[in-house]
């Protein structure tokens, strides 16, 4: 009996957990953020410069959870809170220099919408990762989350678009679409960069919808369920 308590392996404690590399590399990635935002407008370019790493560490605390057998519920949760309140705080601050700023606030509420009602969605389920898909019927939804080289372009092109968009917009009642088309058309790198993240952005948008539908219908079913049990 000694000998089998000897061999059990010990559980971690809660600092433990807290400590994960991972988990420290989020926490550095919530601080960037807040100074991130704090010279948004005093210095434009150290801003998206910090939001961009931001953006990069994101892959790399995935990579760390990995490699080093430290993926916790809690740095998942972690991961996309970071990931949906910097993406939200930024299309804010679009919504305010340019018009019509509804156009931001609608994407806002569209990724928090989605993402949540997936997560939510996941639980009812019983998985583990609100990326597993295999059971989806809609082949794209299935190509963005099995695929990660696909869903990296997706989301990386979604954030220079907007990232870009910020850096273009030179003051505070810029025209959306006057922007977009000048930056395409004057053939230049810029014109490159947005055509290619349009593309991108355009894809993960409307994952974002299939995503909201897929995960709306889970928990019609699961109610409808619950409701025929005895």
Sequence with gaps: MANNKMSRPRKPGKLSVYLYIPNIIGYTRVFMNCYAFAICFSNKWLFCALYFISFVCDGVDGWCARKFNQVSTFG????????????????????????????????????????????????????????????????????????????????????????????????????????????????????VL???????????QLVNVIQMKTAADICVLHDINKKERP
């Design 76 to 191: 998942a949760v972690l991961d996309m809170v970071t990931d949906r309140i910097s993406t939200a705080c930024l299309l804010v601050i679009l919504s305010q220099v340019y018009r019509p700023g509804m156009v931001f606030l609608s994407l806002l509420a569209l990724d928090i919408a989605s993402h949540w009602l997936q997560m939510y969605s996941t639980f009812l389920l019983g998985k583990v990762s609100h990326k597993d898909v295999k059971d989806s019927t809609n082949w794209l939804f299935k190509a963005y989350y099995g695929n990660r080289m696909f869903m990296a372009y997706c989301c990386v092109a979604c954030e220079v678009l907007y990232i870009t968009l910020f850096l273009l917009a030179q003051n505070d009642s810029e025209k959306l679409m006057d922007v977009l088309k000048s930056s395409i058309t004057e053939g230049s790198p810029i014109s």
């Design 194 to 204: 947005v055509g290619l993240s349009v593309f991108g952005w355009a894809i993960k």
